[in-house]
């Protein structure tokens, strides 16, 4: 009897069994995102002509300790709804290299502390102009590469800015 009542003990022990530990691999999102149009004067090369262009000023902060973190992407959409839905309606702005889909600001290593960070945009995802009186959504997501897997950290609050 005593070896029934052990063989149910650990029958049940190990029919409770924990499911195997997966990690999670996940980065931290970006914090407190804002876009307001700005203009930046710039002296031209060689003269003492000045121009000022008009610009969106984003600023957001980010701490990103993960080991396999690389940089931010920025999206940036039209509407809002394109902004929020997660089937790709969106555009990643293209990376400094002019390749789509990289870490729009890549480079990055992992973080001992929070950092704030500033982009200047001038176009839109195709290269093109913004247009004045034109309202863009934009939020920002941290960008990684873990065993083999792109990683990406939920988006960032979104904002919206008239150009």
Not at 19 to 38: F, H, K, Q
Not at 120 to 129: A, K, V, W
Request: glycine share 6%.
């Amino acid at each position: 009897m005593k070896r029934f009542a052990a063989f149910c003990i650990i029958l049940l022990l190990a029919s409770c069994g924990v499911e195997a530990i997966n990690s999670v691999i996940d980065l931290n999102t970006p914090l407190g995102l804002t876009a307001r149009v700005t203009n930046i004067a710039y002296q031209v090369s060689g003269t003492t002509n000045w121009v000022t262009n008009k610009t969106i000023r984003i600023v957001f902060w980010a701490f990103n300790d993960e080991t396999y973190f690389e940089g931010f992407q920025l999206y940036f959409a039209d509407n809002l709804s394109d902004l929020a839905a997660r089937a790709g309606s969106y555009r990643a702005l293209p990376s400094f290299n002019g390749l789509t889909n990289f870490p729009t600001y890549g480079g990055q290593v992992a973080m001992t502390e929070s950092k704030k960070f500033t982009f200047f945009l001038t176009n839109d995802t195709n290269y093109r102009p913004l247009i004045g009186a034109k309202s863009y959504y934009i939020h920002v997501r941290a960008y990684g590469y873990n065993l083999n897997t792109s990683v990406y950290s939920m988006p960032s609050n979104p904002t919206n800015v008239t150009f």
